[in-house]
């Protein structure tokens, strides 16, 4: 089968041919000698894999004294001599090089190489390792390039040769740590070979003369020094690289793109993944700077300077836990509304604390029933506090949130919100409503990573709410004091790299246009895969008028969804099973790094596979 991997990249001396690395030693202890200086095998061996003038280089700076620029020539100018003398001697192919090499040519990958030897040297090497049966498809010396290793530019033309644009699709293979720092700057993966690499310095005589201890502590310490350079691989010898590159295969295959058509996790941009690969500590004063920034800018997308958000460590329900526990006294009743999955949570999540609450029951492919809950708030004066889903993520159906929130108010009680799917995407005037407290996450329409969630709540509520919390980690009031009183110190460890990913995510939002032009993206999705699947006879659950642009619930007829959902995977797309009690239903979201073209493509998929199954499907309006 072909491999997903297009090119191996081997070194030569000391990875596929020169058993031990042995040439370039002699060469450079002949070169120091001649300027008068005596230098160890291990200083001949330490810099190994650079180019061999920075080789030269780099010893003369181990050396007790500093030696002239015109020494480090004359030294350098012996060893060329040496060793280009000798290293025809030398080109011995490496044990199972060339049966390997066949074998990763059958599977259709190209064999590339780099070295530290000039190209006039490797104008005796090639000729001879060809005669042994060893012959890469492209060779290249650090002389023919602006910077040798461990600079990324001889790999990078082997890849231009190939024709190869991803470097992930590249395997680098070496004997030193030089060589594995150059496959980590190209972007390649790595992997370290210890029996007869410089690494571990020994020619096969040294290595018989060993006891089998001594030579387990030596081939330690040269995995050590692969693995401290940041090698994805160690392998003893050339004869275990193909299960190698079937684990690079079996990754690839595993982590291939893909298009998330679910309500989060998403498919985020390129920017919030690379904005995870900084290192930050929770209470370094950049970090917290970050964190305000964060914090403050939430806040603006919903409500003003009398509300404060609240990060929190853990998935959205995390949130809504912290909210629902902290912001009402327990003896407080909270009526919740609920018409899906995520209204009973609330609910699962309030009982679970046993504090006092009671619900109202709705029809999951409707919104919540207005007159069915104002005849409730008449009849029960002592409730303290509503609290519902603004979108019900379960059926995709939005709920009247500015009517709601204001037959509530008219009649004194606190509302709070789940608006973990809306948040960004909805208009939420919570200052003008006088709503007392939302909650939301990173991973919906902020389309940050998963990992962080938060409560955007009144300031003078939060104050007073000092205690009440059942538990010490969802403590609301706790968390606010370290991150406002502290300057955006989190109490307990913070996922930092999710928190730089939803810095990142913060700012895409503000260049794509901020809430009109997101919101904008999400009706134009939602009306093309929605426009596209009724060609295909596949309808929505919900009326129109009931539909959010966020997610939204098909009927899934006879389709058998496990098949529906294995063709679509194959085709790089992740759907989302239903969840509707009354019907057999699938859901498709439409958030995260998505656009029409994506919905287009999905539609036409979808109506593909109903072809091909020959699914009966309802006739399309005319
Ligand atoms: C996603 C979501 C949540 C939170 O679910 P988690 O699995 O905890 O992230 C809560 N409510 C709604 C409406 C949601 O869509």
Not at 106 to 128: D, F, L
Not at 156 to 163: A, D, E, I, P, V
Request: with cysteine; glycine share 8%; hydrophobic share 40%.
């Amino acid at each position: 089968m072909a491999s997903k991997v297009k090119a191996v990249i081997f070194d030569w001396a000391g990875t596929t041919v020169d058993y031990g690395c042995v040439a370039p030693v002699k060469g450079f202890i002949d070169g120091f000698r001649s300027i008068g200086r005596d230098i160890t095998n291990e200083m001949a061996r330490k810099p190994m894999g650079l180019a061999k003038i920075d080789h030269t280089r780099a010893i003369a700076a181990m050396l007790p004294e500093p030696i002239s620029e015109e020494q480090i020539l004359k030294a350098y100018e012996v060893f060329e001599a040496t060793l280009l003398d000798d290293i025809e001697r030398h080109c011995d192919v490496k044990d199972y090089v060339t049966k390997t090499v066949a074998a990763l040519r059958k599977q259709g990958i190209r064999i590339g190489s780099t070295t530290g030897y000039t190209s006039k040297m490797m104008a005796k090497v090639i000729p001879k390792a060809a005669e042994q049966g060893y012959f890469p498809d492209y060779c290249i010396a650090p002389d023919q390039v602006a910077k040798g290793r461990p600079y990324p530019y001889m790999i990078w033309k082997n890849l231009m040769y190939f024709g190869i644009s991803d470097p992930g699709e590249a395997v680098k293979v070496g004997d030193t740590a030089a060589d594995i720092e150059e496959g980590k700057n190209a972007g390649c993966r790595t992997v370290g070979i210890i029996m007869g690499s410089s690494e571990l310095g020994l020619t096969r005589d040294e290595v018989a003369a060993l006891s089998a201890e001594e030579l387990k502590t030596k081939k330690a310490l040269a995995a050590a020094a692969y693995y401290k350079a940041g090698a994805d691989y160690i392998i003893d010898d050339m004869s275990e690289l193909s299960d190698v590159i079937a684990d690079i295969d079996r990754r690839l295959a595993q982590n291939a793109p893909r298009k998330l058509m679910t309500p989060g996790p998403l498919s985020t941009r390129a920017s919030v993944k690379r904005a995870m690969l900084a290192d930050h500590c929770t209470w370094d004063d950049e970090y917290k700077e970050i964190t305000t920034s964060v914090m403050n800018d939430i806040t603006q997308i919903s409500a003003d300077d009398n509300y404060a958000t609240v990060l929190l460590q853990g998935s959205g329900t995390y949130a809504v836990e912290a909210m629902i526990n902290c912001l009402c006294r327990k003896k407080e009743k909270i009526l919740f509304l609920v018409n899906g999955e995520y209204g009973k949570r609330m609910l699962t999540v309030a009982e679970a604390s046993r504090r006092n609450c009671e619900y109202l029951d709705f029809d999951m492919t409707r919104p919540i029933d207005i007159k069915k809950f104002e005849k409730k708030l008449k009849k029960d004066k002592d409730t303290a506090a509503v609290a519902f889903v603004h979108c019900e993520t379960t059926t995709g159906v939005i709920n009247p949130l500015e009517e709601i929130t204001k037959l509530a108010k008219s009649c004194g009680k606190k509302v709070f919100i789940d608006a973990m799917s809306s948040f960004a995407a909805y208009e939420i005037d919570m200052p003008g409503l006088d709503i007392d407290a939302l909650a939301a996450s990173s991973n919906k329409c902020l389309e940050g990573l998963p990992g962080l969630s938060f409560v955007i709540a009144k300031k003078d509520l939060l104050e007073k709410s000092r205690g009440q919390s059942y538990s010490h980690s969802l403590d609301l009031f706790g968390q606010y004091e370290g991150l406002y009183a502290a300057a955006g110190k989190f109490r307990f460890t913070s996922p930092t790299n999710v928190l730089l990913a939803l810095r990142q995510a913060l700012d895409d939002y503000k260049q794509e246009g901020g809430l009109p032009a997101r919101r904008a993206r999400y009706m134009e999705n939602h009306r093309t895969l929605v426009d596209g699947l009724e060609k295909h006879g596949i309808r929505p659950v919900t009326a129109p008028e009931h539909r959010s642009y966020i997610i939204t619930t098909f009927e899934l007829g006879s389709i058998d969804f496990p098949s529906l959902y294995a063709a679509l995977k194959s085709k790089g797309f992740i759907i989302y099973p239903g969840k509707l009690t009354s019907m057999p239903a699938f859901r498709l979201g439409n958030i995260g790094d998505v656009y029409p073209s994506d919905m287009a493509r999905l539609a036409e998929i979808i109506g593909e596979y109903v072809r091909a199954e020959s699914i009966p499907v309802s006739e399309p309006d005319s």
